[in-house]
């Protein structure tokens, strides 16, 4: 099963080491409402998921599937318009896959962006939250099983898993466009069901300031290929334990598209800075 994987991973790259007109060094994932960023960048490639061996297919619908390579704020990058989410029915490794292949060809800065329910009582529905750190709860690991040490260490360090030197240069870019910015950490849930009022008290317990159902295994990958790390999650809605409210998936999206065009500056003007 394991070799399987590492074949498959290997299939997809060369795939794309012959369609992609350069190596991009920053790969970008546009999470739920956020695919607008994608209209930003200057694309050479557009290559939909289906067509790239062994990739997964999103299912979900607000998520386009589709990779773009082209040029962003004078960068050459890479996106991936849609992702994958354990909820879905995929491994960790699986959710994975497309990052890896990106990873080994030559990537090596990963801006991940999502859509997160508020648990820090002081946020409020459109702020943007920097991640610093995070907290895995979805019950698998995108490592689980025989590590290639070409890949990878087999222990590999996530005491700095979000780069100290991004964040910065992503806080400069804060001050310079006025915008205020949150940090906290980040808790990954399986999903799809959203949190109880329990589950949201025990999560708030345990130090996280935002949840989602997706990011983390695709940070660990990063991590475990050495690249460098920044993630920014928009806060689509906060709810407190003791007045819980319902969630509606339709107004987190909204939440997240109503933030897309703030976020879509602020990464620009990071980019620029790289």
Do not use: C
């Amino acid at each position: 099963m394991a070799e399987n994987y590492f074949e498959k991973v290997e299939e997809a790259r060369q795939f794309l080491e012959e369609a992609l007109p350069f190596v991009p060094e920053i790969l970008i994932v546009l999470g739920t409402g956020l695919s607008g960023l994608g209209e930003r960048i200057k694309a050479e490639v557009v290559i939909p998921y289906r067509e790239i061996p062994h990739f997964p297919i999103s299912t979900v619908e607000s998520h386009a599937g589709e990779l773009l390579v082209g040029e962003l704020s004078g960068q050459r990058v890479a996106a991936f318009r849609g992702r994958f989410h354990y909820y879905e029915g995929y491994s960790t490794r699986e959710i994975t896959l497309p990052l890896r292949v990106m990873s080994l060809l030559g990537a090596r800065i990963l801006i991940v962006s999502n859509a997160a329910g508020g648990l820090n009582l002081e946020f409020r529905p459109g702020d943007l939250m920097l991640i610093r750190d995070h907290i895995n709860l979805i019950p698998d690991n995108p490592l689980r099983g025989p590590n290639r040490e070409d890949w990878g260490p087999r222990f590999p360090d996530l005491s700095q898993a979000y780069s100290a030197r991004l964040r910065k240069l992503f806080l400069e870019a804060a001050r310079e466009l006025e915008e205020e910015i949150r940090e906290g950490v980040y808790v990954a849930v399986p999903g799809p069901s959203l949190e109880t009022p329990a589950e949201t008290r025990f999560l708030r317990l345990i130090g996280a300031d935002a949840v989602g159902m997706s990011t983390v295994p695709e940070v660990i990958v990063a991590v475990h290929a050495g690249m460098e790390v920044l993630g920014v999650s928009v806060i689509a809605n906060v709810n407190d334990p003791d007045n819980f409210q319902p969630i509606l998936l339709e107004e987190v999206i909204a939440q997240a598209q109503a933030a897309e065009a703030r976020l879509t500056r602020l990464i620009e003007r990071f980019i620029e800075k790289l």
